[in-house]
């Protein structure tokens, strides 16, 4: 356990937490031989809530990284008697601006009265405080022109921390340097996913990649739509990437930093299809989780476990994008010649097998993620291949399944595909059918803007969103905002994506900014196998935790059984501390949007 400190009463009743099951971050894990003793994704019925505690707490929320001068700026302040609030600047104590603060409102999944003080007028650079009276001053304020900039830097950084097969070395990484773990040149061909030509047992080579997560696996549907965000977010601010600098090995080499760390999973992605067929596997995997231990340490056999339809879809959709993306640039022809053949050879897969649900083999524990319908994959893998090949086939099968565009997430991915079609579409498709998309999409980034508008928190987060990953539900809600933007430039979009974003960096009822490393209380414990088993106190920074939500599946002791305070600071919380690859991506693509229209 390596708290360093707690701020407020919700993290001081954090600290006496303990794990109702499981492992703990604190106690000896088991060798990986051992049989996890949980089935993960399932609640704990056996587990009576505790009762519900009213979190209604004194300090005011702010975002405690930075806010850009241009953007919305509110700050949520517990209600009490005051109706004013006024900012001060901390470096002489001058209050530099005043204002009334809004009606008081309570937000339900947090069971909070709470008012909002609107000080977007105030656009000077600088440090301040917000002052109400009766209630502890806010956490220091910065308004800065390039507020998200070291946050975004630091999350894309994370990627590298989590490559499997290889040394990170000192000058990368810091105290954070480590062996290499995982080489993955000796994986097994798993029973569920034997074939005439790769009968069981086969040995492949599969390395590289990133860790999915807290845990050391390789999944390809998540690993799918993170590679995927990270290339809309190439494709959509190339400019800003062109000179990031995030300190990786292959920094000072000719292209993009955000394009190198991509590969590095593209080249591991690659690997995961079985040439004969097309097929792809749907990951690469222990039978059980490792213990809490270094990656060198677990070194249990790795197995590629069965091909789905779902695997194909997402692969065929991340190749073709790769392909168009990397074909963009001078010198990369024959890779994205590869990707593209990847691309299709996955399709005619997925044409021939288009059901083959994921089913997890009864010997195998790690997790699912499954999917049962596909359609959405369909959608979206058939927009990028049309894309690419402008061949009239894929037109025809994304107008068959043509799924309504919903906030993505791993098993949900068809808004991806309209994504790439708004943007590169336009000449290509009928009017109507651009129209159609537009439309569609429209609706879909005005609902998120009708939740924000109506949240007394001034956040577009509801009571369904508090799921696993609530977090990422935030920033692939502030995706699409963005994504909107820059289609249809209306500050409605802007104001409700940043303030997703002021969300995750500390203006939530848990006090906590939701990034390691970034913001003045930051999670300390994430289950995150790296930062729970090496020895340095302060966990891997950049990393965006999971987030509240009232699951429980951990059986750890909450503080709240509320959606938005159900949230832990300890490595016992894989349901709502975990680090994830797929809940960084949105945050990277987030942040580098309203840093570059700054
Ligand atoms: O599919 C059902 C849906 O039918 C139902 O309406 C809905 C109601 O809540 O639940 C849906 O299932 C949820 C599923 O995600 C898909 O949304 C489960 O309740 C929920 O527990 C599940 O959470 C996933 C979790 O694994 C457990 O499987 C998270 O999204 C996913 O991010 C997380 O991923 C794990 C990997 O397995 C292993 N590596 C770490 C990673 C992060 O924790
Ligand atoms: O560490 C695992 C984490 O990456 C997963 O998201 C989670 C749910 O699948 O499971 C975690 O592993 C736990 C296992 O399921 C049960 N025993 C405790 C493990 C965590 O220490």
């Not at 009606?103 to 008012?115: G, I, L, N």
């Not at 000077?124 to 220091?140: C, M, Q």
């Not at 009928?430 to 159609?436: F, P």
């Not at 939701?514 to 340095?536: E, I, L, W």
Request: glycine content about 6%; hydrophobic content about 40%.
């Amino acid at each position: 356990m390596k708290r360093l400190f707690t701020l407020s009463l919700v993290a001081s009743a954090i600290t006496l937490s303990a794990c109702g099951g499981g492992s703990s971050g604190t106690t000896q894990a088991p060798p990986t031989n051992t049989p996890a003793p949980t089935t993960p994704a399932q609640p704990a019925p056996t587990v009576p809530p505790p009762p519900t505690v009213n979190t209604t707490d004194t300090l005011i929320k702010v975002n405690q990284v930075g806010y850009l001068p241009s953007a919305n700026k509110i700050a949520v302040v517990p209600d009490n008697q005051a109706r004013e609030f006024s900012v001060v600047n901390t470096a002489n104590d001058t209050v530099v601006m005043s204002g009334t603060l809004s009606d008081a409102q309570t937000w339900a999944e947090a069971d909070q009265s709470v008012r909002l003080a609107d000080f977007s007028q105030l656009n000077i650079e600088g440090e301040y405080v917000i002052r109400v009276e009766g209630v502890a001053d806010s956490l220091p304020i910065k308004i800065n022109d390039n507020a998200y900039l070291s946050a975004h830097d630091a999350a894309l950084k994370a990627y590298y921390f989590n490559r499997a097969s290889t040394e990170l070395l000192v000058e990368h990484a810091g105290e954070w340097r480590r062996p290499a773990g995982h080489p993955d040149t000796n994986v097994r061909v798993h029973a569920s996913a034997a074939s005439a030509t790769r009968p069981e047992g086969t040995v492949i080579s599969a390395p590289k990649g990133w860790y999915d997560a807290g845990d050391f696996n390789k999944y390809i549907v998540n690993s799918g739509i993170s590679t995927y965000t990270l290339l809309a977010a190439y494709e959509r601010f190339t400019d800003f990437y062109a000179t990031r600098d995030i300190g990786i090995p292959e920094s000072g080499n000719t292209s993009p930093d955000l394009l190198d760390e991509i590969k590095w999973n593209l080249d591991w992605m690659l690997a995961m299809q079985d040439p004969t067929d097309g097929g792809v596997y749907h990951k690469l995997t222990t039978l059980r989780f490792a213990g809490t231990r270094m990656p060198h340490e677990a070194t249990a056999q790795r197995y590629v476990v069965q091909k789905g339809t779902g695997a194909a879809l997402n692969f065929a959709a991340v190749m073709a994008t790769a392909s168009r993306v990397y074909g963009s640039l001078a010198g990369m022809t024959d890779l994205a010649a590869q990707y593209r053949q990847a691309a299709v050879l996955a399709w005619r897969w997925a044409q021939d097998n288009d059901n083959v649900v994921y089913r997890q083999p009864s010997d195998v524990q790690t997790g699912e993620y499954g999917d049962s319908r596909f359609d959405d994959e369909f959608t979206w893998a058939s927009a990028e291949l049309y894309l690419l090949t402008e061949e009239a086939q894929y037109l025809t099968s994304f107008k068959q399944y043509f799924a309504q565009p919903r906030t993505p997430f791993w098993q949900e991915t068809a808004a991806l595909g309209y994504m790439s079609l708004l943007q590169h579409g336009e000449t290509l498709l009928s009017n109507a059918d651009y129209t159609e998309i537009q439309t569609r999409f429209t609706a879909l980034a005005d609902s998120i803007v009708d939740q924000h508008q109506a949240s007394a928190y001034s956040v577009a987060m509801t009571q369904n969103d508090f799921v696993w990953g609530s977090n990422s539900v935030a920033l692939n809600k502030a995706m699409i905002l963005l994504a909107q933007n820059s289609h249809v430039s209306d500050a409605k979009y802007k104001t409700a994506a940043s303030n997703l974003v002021d969300y995750i960096l500390g203006k939530n009822p848990t006090d906590y900014s939701f990034v390691t490393g970034n913001g003045v209380k930051t999670p300390m414990d994430p289950h995150h196998r790296q930062s729970a088993a090496d020895t340095v106190a302060a966990p891997i920074p950049g990393f965006v935790v999971g987030g509240p939500q009232p699951g429980r599946q951990d059986n750890c002791s909450y503080p709240s059984n509320l959606p938005a305070t159900t949230y832990l600071d300890d490595y016992c919380s894989f349901s709502t501390n975990e680090v994830t690859i797929n809940w960084n991506a949105p945050f990277v693509f987030a942040t580098a949007a309203l840093q570059s229209s700054n």
